[in-house]
């Protein structure tokens, strides 16, 4: 008879390498659910009751697993093969690294990296408490890039930092399977299910959901569950909670939000250690139901702005500074440098970072639509008009129409509460001279001007950027990929990236799904490449009108070089070959 397993894999990777290597052994019939601590238990427990033999899991998961089962728990250890091949991938990394995890990962990090004579802090932990604690203590001694296990990966995004997942390969996962054979007939016995918050009605029209200090959600009836379906966490539309005066207050606690794009007034009482959250809709809105706005749910932090070349350190630390006050900021540069992210940094490095932050894309919107939202109505209120300590990213403000600008202008000489940074494609001075751009919305909102380097003005990034990405890559498809060869690297360093970073995303994306081995290869890169030089060649050629008399062909070829280097005629003189008072000459 096969041994029956529940496996518990804490991030998705896992779960396709355990399908794959345990489903080819016939000894065993497997069935595996992504989770990851205490968002593991009801499915373990679901598991006892189905008569399941054996359960496997790894690390801080495993253990915690342990002590609410009786079924035997095979912890998926992680091998020297899994800690080399991470080492291997960031061993040449310019950031300062450390290891934070469980024994078991610290352990084999520390015989790994003394062999490879590769010096790393390694901070060991017992319990997923202890991970900030060793984050902060980290990151106090200059870690910029974290590895370990989930717990520890998703602990420093929350923090603003970069975490690299150590996964487990398929030797991890054989030695694993010869522990279950030696274990699996452990009898099961029943564990008895208790609900919580019996005397709350689940019927109750107001929203009520009870969680403890750190957002673990104890309870939530059928009102809240229709508005956040079944969750163990604190919903993101509340986790603000944790950041304003903490969640755990010895004060009742009022506030206005929106959940789902709708206004709920939101009554915090505690109790305890817990606290319980009343939620209903609010009958005369205090803000708009922002259609048209977005609200990160995660909201970007400078240690998540990839790179230490000059120009992108130089941008990095001006725009720390602009954080540091509470003037509006202009932020320029081309489609897709990351402007978005250096407008959140600049909101979660500021005073108002507890505050919300709302991206505004103006090249995408209806405009009487955004007009209800910011300027509000009779009837409620606008986004400008509230008295909160948030934050507006105005992004692609040069797509406004002129009207719609001179509106803005006119709220904002009245004064808003929020601080509003914005963006465009072209520079500011650029703008300036443009007939078709409110001149006083400009230096309303452009008291401070941060140009966003192109890719192709700091190239020496592009090695950082891309290892970060494999990382990633490894993370959520359970690879081990561990670089690229100098070839591939050599190309992506002599392109010309008019897609920035979110093309280089893209085609390191499309080069790991074409990769065979653990590196990437020329040969994936050629695959890649011929439609790219394709598309880089046409897409140009489509932009001239080769009808036309030569003047106006080269004036043609001038304008789209022109706007390729954000109207910087410096930097486009440059790339033609030709002096700047010639290029002026010629567009005259």
Same mark, same amino acid.
């Given at each position: ?44 427990l ?24 009786s ?66 203590k ?8 974290v ?15 970069h975490?690299i ?16 054979? !030696?274990?699996? *007939? ?5 564990? =008895?299910? /208790?609900? $919580?918050? %019996?005397? #709350? ?13 750190k ?34 207050s ?9 959940i789902?794009?709708?206004s ?5 009482v ?5 606290v ?9 809105p205090?803000? !708009?139901?922002? *259609? ?5 749910? =995660?909201? /970007?932090s $400078?240690? %998540?702005? #990839? ?6 350190t ?14 509006q ?7 897709g ?20 932050f ?41 797509n406004?129409?002129?009207q ?20 465009s ?19 309303l ?10 890719l ?30 100098e ?6 360093m ?5 897609g ?9 994306s ?9 590196y ?13 030089s394709?598309?880089e ?52």
């Amino acid at each position: 008879m096969k041994i029956k397993v529940k496996g518990i894999a804490p991030y998705p990777g896992l779960r396709d390498l355990l399908l794959q290597v345990v489903g080819e052994d016939n000894r065993f019939e497997i069935d595996v659910e992504v989770a990851d601590l205490e968002a593991a238990l009801p499915i373990v427990l679901s598991a006892q009751e189905q008569n399941y033999d054996v359960i496997i899991s790894r690390g801080g998961t495993a253990s915690f697993i342990r002590k609410h089962v009786s079924i035997p728990v095979v912890d998926i250890p992680v091998s020297g093969y899994d800690i080399l091949r991470v080492l291997t991938l960031i061993k040449d990394s310019n950031s300062k690294l450390a290891i934070i995890g469980f024994p078991n990962i610290c352990q084999g990090a520390l015989t790994v990296s003394s062999l490879l004579d590769f010096e790393i802090p390694i901070y060991s932990i017992n319990h997923e408490a202890e991970v900030r604690v060793k984050l902060e203590k980290a990151v106090k001694e200059g870690a910029q890039i974290v590895l370990g296990d989930v717990v520890t990966v998703k602990t420093a995004q929350e923090m603003g930092l970069h975490g690299i997942l150590i996964t487990s390969g398929v030797e991890s996962i054989q030695d694993m399977l010869s522990e279950v054979k !030696s274990v699996h *007939d452990i009898y099961l016995k029943s564990h =008895q299910k /208790a609900s $919580f918050f %019996q005397h #709350i009605l689940q019927n109750f029209p107001t929203g009520t959901l009870v969680c403890d200090s750190k957002g673990k959600v104890l309870y939530l009836n059928d009102t809240c569950q229709q508005l956040f379906g079944e969750v163990t966490t604190l919903p993101n539309d509340l986790t603000f909670l944790l950041k304003v005066n903490g969640i755990h207050s010895d004060k009742i606690h009022f506030e206005h939000v929106l959940i789902q794009k709708k206004s709920y007034n939101l009554k915090t009482v505690p109790y305890g250690d817990d606290v319980f959250i009343y939620i209903e809709p609010n009958k005369t809105p205090y803000m !708009s139901e922002l *259609d048209m706005v977005q609200m990160p749910a =995660q909201i /970007a932090s $400078f240690a %998540q702005i #990839i790179g230490s070349s000059y120009e992108i350190t130089k941008t990095i630390k001006r725009a720390i500074a602009y954080a540091k006050t509470d003037n509006q900021v202009w932020l320029s540069g081309e489609v897709g440098t990351g402007k978005a992210v250096f407008a959140e940094a600049i909101h979660s490095a500021s005073s108002r970072n507890r505050g919300r932050f709302y991206h505004v894309a103006c090249h995408s919107i209806n405009e009487s639509k955004l007009a209800t939202e910011l300027f509000g109505t009779d009837s409620k209120v606008g986004l400008l008009q509230i008295p909160s300590n948030d934050t507006l990213y105005l992004e692609y403000i040069e797509n406004l129409s002129i009207q719609m600008q001179e509106r803005l202008a006119n709220e904002l000489r009245k004064g808003t509460n929020l601080r509003v940074i914005s963006s465009s494609k072209v520079t500011f001075k650029h703008l300036l001279k443009d007939p078709n751009i409110h001149q006083e919305l400009l230096h309303l909102l452009g008291e401070y001007q941060l140009v966003i380097p192109p890719l192709r003005d700091r190239t020496e990034d592009i090695e950082e950027i891309a290892r970060v990405l494999i990382a990633n890559h490894n993370s959520i498809y359970g690879k081990q990929f561990v670089g690229m060869r100098e070839e591939v690297l050599n190309r992506l360093m002599e392109y010309n990236w008019p897609g920035n970073l979110k093309e280089l995303e893209n085609i390191i994306s499309e080069l790991l799904a074409l990769a065979k081995g653990h590196y990437i290869g020329i040969e994936e890169w050629d695959l890649v490449w011929e439609r790219y030089s394709f598309t880089e060649v046409s897409s140009s050629a489509q932009r001239i009108d080769l009808n036309k008399t030569w003047v106006e062909i080269e004036r043609q070829i001038l304008e789209e070089v022109l706007k390729d280097e954000g109207m910087n005629q410096s930097k486009a003189a440059k790339r033609l070959g030709i002096s700047r008072a010639t290029l002026w000459r010629k567009m005259q």
